[in-house]
């Protein structure tokens, strides 16, 4: 299947929400990526559920949150209510995990995973045909514009022969550091899925930089 680009909202003017929204809704990308930071999980606060449903009202593709706080069960079916269509949790945030990837699927969000670059992907084993998506972070969970981290390739590498050992449908996204430098060799190495923040809203033109990465897989 094709690569499928999801720009990452963190690094958008967020003075301008709409527009850029309706940016992405002309663009050529997949999902729209939602950062929720809470200031406890990661060392920085990002914006929450209003943020997010004001979002949706504009977005005609679907949203990919990206919880990056703890206690997530506790917020789950507000983030479905809200509008998102993939809500991921961080195995690290998780005490139950299987009993978080339940309660998103009761929400009828599709469940991903997301695993900090210390988080071996063999955590994941005995979950793995439970996960709709598995999100590799290529740097540390908290900020965006940071350097990627060139570990991520064996980690893909390593989930993708998971993946198809077990005959899971969980799709690879990686988060952090995505540029027209690393996307192809992560396409090669099995991702599915891009997450690319400051890549696409610092470039010239998003909808072209989008275009670009599209077009790499
Ligand atoms: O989850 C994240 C940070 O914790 C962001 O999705 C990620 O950093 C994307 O931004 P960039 O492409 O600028 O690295
Ligand atoms: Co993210």
Redesign the pocket.
């Known amino acids: 299947m094709a690569v499928q680009i999801a720009p ?1 909202v ?2 958008c003017d967020f003075a301008n929400i709409q527009r850029e929204i309706e940016m992405l809704n002309r663009s050529a990308c997949d999902y729209i ?1 939602v ?1 929720i ?1 809470d200031g406890v999980f ?1 060392p ?1 606060i990002s914006f929450g559920l209003p943020v997010t449903a004001a979002m949706h009202a504009h977005a005609r593709k679907p949203l990919d949150v ?1 919880l ?1 706080i703890v206690n997530p069960d506790q917020y789950v079916a507000a983030f479905r209510e809200a509008g998102a269509a993939i809500i991921t949790v961080h195995a690290e945030a998780c005490t139950h995990l299987h009993r978080s990837i339940q309660g998103i699927k009761q929400t009828g969000s599709q469940a991903g995973v ?1 695993l900090n670059p210390h988080t071996p992907v063999s955590f994941l084993e005995d979950i793995i045909e439970d996960i709709d998506l598995v ?1 590799i ?10 350097k ?1 981290i060139p570990r991520t390739y064996d980690k893909v590498r390593a989930l993708k022969e998971l993946i198809v050992k077990r005959g899971s449908q969980a799709k690879i996204e990686i ?5 027209s430098g690393n996307a192809a060799a992560l396409i090669e190495a099995g991702a599915d899925i891009l ?8 470039s010239e033109d998003p909808i072209a930089t989008i275009a670009q990465l599209k077009a790499l897989g």
């Open positions: 990452s963190l690094a990526h950062d930071m990661v920085n990206h990056m997301a999100c972070m290529s740097v540390n969970p908290g900020f965006g514009g940071q990627f988060d952090g550091g995505v540029q997450v690319a923040g400051s890549f696409v809203f610092q």
